[in-house]
């Protein structure tokens, strides 16, 4: 099965910081990486598909970039409502299954 | 729109057996890929299980023999039995639906999660 890493774990910023959160995966994944926002005591919520495809209703300082092996998620500028644990996902094929990785949190500097 | 609603959560005792619903509305069960994710308390997400629109299914390799997923078309519900509960079964469960293609497929909206808690 594909691995994910991501860095980093734990990210302190202010308000307006540009933040840039990467994945890399173990194997090629070719484009096929998602991104997710989760607050505290709330389900997640995706924000990116297809490695750069914004999800709709999501505010366009999220992006996201990368291919095969290394993905990013930036925040061009980052809002109050940002703070928040970020996690990327992809599918292995077979057996189908789907792993995320171990998540980023992002903190009030 | 869209909703995702769980329930049947609980404490448990290990060994014991639950069994979360997952009431769907704006969509079609039956036509979609549906999964359940989980999240142990400070953990990060765990795929856990996922039925296709054809009906086959598959299971974390965590989960395989002990849970079930499935789903009544005509409630347009999802279900997940868990049986043999332990203690590293404890996490808040959410039901998503999948989407995919060409770019891959990934969870587009979630439950609101239902917590299991096996202890004695």
């Known amino acids: 099965d594909i691995q994910l890493t991501q860095s980093p774990s734990f990210l302190s910023a202010s308000v307006g910081d540009r933040v840039t959160i990467t994945c890399r995966a173990s194997?090629?994944?070719?484009?096929?990486l998602a991104w997710y926002q989760q607050k505290p005591g709330k389900a997640p919520k995706l924000l990116i598909y297809?490695?750069?495809t914004l999800q709709s209703g999501v505010p366009s300082r999220f992006s996201g970039s990368g291919s095969e092996t290394e993905f990013t998620l930036t925040i061009s500028s980052l809002q109050p409502e940002d703070f928040a644990a970020y996690y990327c996902?992809?599918?292995?094929?077979?057996?189908?299954?789907?792993?995320f990785g171990p998540g980023t949190k992002v903190d009030i500097k | 729109e869209v909703q995702l609603v769980e329930s049947g959560g609980g404490l448990v005792h290990p060994g014991g057996s639950l069994r979360l619903s997952c009431a769907a509305s704006?969509?079609?069960?039956?036509?979609?890929?549906m999964t359940w994710v989980r999240q142990a308390p400070g953990k990060g997400l765990e795929w856990v299980s996922v039925?296709?629109?054809?009906?086959?299914?598959y299971y974390a390799d965590s989960v395989k023999g002990r849970f079930t997923i499935s789903r009544d078309n005509s409630k347009n519900t999802l279900y997940f039995q868990m049986n043999s509960l332990r203690a590293d079964d404890t996490a808040v469960y959410y039901c998503?639906?999948?989407?995919?293609?060409?770019?891959?497929?990934?969870?587009?909206?979630w439950g609101q999660g239902s917590l299991v808690t096996v202890s004695s």
């Open positions: 297809g490695a750069s």
């Open positions: 194997q090629g994944t070719s484009s096929y």
């Open positions: 998503t639906r999948a989407r995919g293609g060409s770019s891959g497929w990934y969870f587009d909206y």
């Open positions: 996902q992809q599918l292995n094929s077979y057996p189908p299954s789907f792993t």
């Open positions: 704006g969509f079609t069960v039956s036509s979609n890929y």
């Open positions: 039925i296709y629109s054809g009906g086959t299914t």
